[in-house]
């Protein structure tokens, strides 16, 4: 059972996964305040630029976007199949054109590709795969949607890029696509489908989750600035979602900023008390916080110190 790992992070023992957002939430003015404060900066501007922009973009622009972008290999691919069918019958002829060609993805629970770099690399996690599926179906006019599959959740435990133990929840999402009066869902490298129930996300929500992911992925290799702007990206197409406040925590305590790290830990509980992950985090954020003041009020004044 091949699935996508949500990034849920654990600086030491013990997980527990939030609700994912179901549908994406406008900014309340507590709710900007609070994200100019962890970002330090007013995004008033990036909001309007994120949520004006439906086009998707393959190079600049909001990274969330390009998720779903098509590449000009995939574009010259949807062409090479008969543009004279029904878009049903287009799209059976893709998924068999690419079964015949033996497309496959070598599954990759620790890198979240765009549609385009599944396409290109043949590589990717679950997220990675739905959103190639997603993104070909639409092309050619049919509709489709992600869900979430709600399976029992796995976990695993891995190496943070500060060398501290993280755990993982491990969550399946899967495509949906309509066929009329039915639909068809579509697994992992065309797997049969799972026995559980599904439920339908948002794009918003799935590009936000891989937004969530590829910033713990880039953290890992200590490029917080580049993951703090993911994050914020992620926030501000689902700002209720405690799983990203707890990331965005989680990133500012690798930087240092414990503070920053409270705020955010605090938030994600607010949304979730039940997320046992941001609480465990919370936690440790204070044992620092009172380490710090402690070796602080263990310095020496400046009036005990000699000429």
């Not at 970002?39 to 390009?66: H, I, K, N, Y």
């Not at 090479?80 to 019958?89: C, F, G, R």
């Amino acid at each position: 059972m091949r699935w996508m790992v949500i990034w849920i992070t654990v600086l030491q023992l013990g997980c527990a996964g939030s609700q994912l957002p179901e549908t994406p939430e406008r900014l309340d003015r507590e709710t900007q305040a609070l994200l100019n404060k962890v970002f330090a900066q007013d995004l008033t501007d990036t909001t309007q630029a994120v949520t004006a922009s439906p086009e998707p973009s393959s190079g600049d622009g909001p990274r969330a976007q390009q998720l779903l972008a098509l590449s000009p290999e995939m574009k010259e691919f949807v062409e090479s199949i008969d543009p004279s069918l029904a878009p049903a019958q287009r799209f059976r002829r893709i998924l068999r054109t690419l079964r015949q060609e033996r497309f496959e993805l070598e599954y990759d629970l620790d890198r979240t590709t765009t549609a385009a770099e599944a396409f290109a690399l043949r590589r990717g996690n679950c997220i990675s795969f739905a959103a190639l599926v997603v993104a070909l179906a639409r092309e050619v006019g049919m509709e489709a949607h992600f869900n979430q599959v709600h399976a029992p959740m796995e976990r695993r435990a891995t190496s943070g890029g500060d060398g501290r133990q993280l755990v993982q929840d491990i969550l399946h999402i899967n495509a949906e696509v309509t066929f009329g009066w039915t639909t068809r869902v579509i697994e992992f490298n065309f797997e049969p489908r799972f026995n559980y129930r599904h439920q339908q996300l948002t794009d918003a929500t799935v590009q936000a989750l891989y937004l969530n992911n590829r910033a713990l992925e880039v953290a890992r290799e200590k490029r917080h600035e580049e993951a703090l702007s993911m994050l914020k990206e992620a926030l501000l197409l689902t700002p209720n979602a405690s799983l990203l406040w707890n990331s965005l925590g989680y990133i500012h305590r690798q930087g240092g900023n414990l503070e920053l790290a409270q705020l955010s830990y605090d938030q994600a509980l607010e949304l979730d008390s039940n997320n046992s992950a941001a609480r465990r985090n919370l936690r440790n954020v204070y044992r620092l916080q009172s380490l710090r003041a402690l070796s602080q009020s263990e310095l020496p004044t400046d009036s005990n110190r000699g000429s």
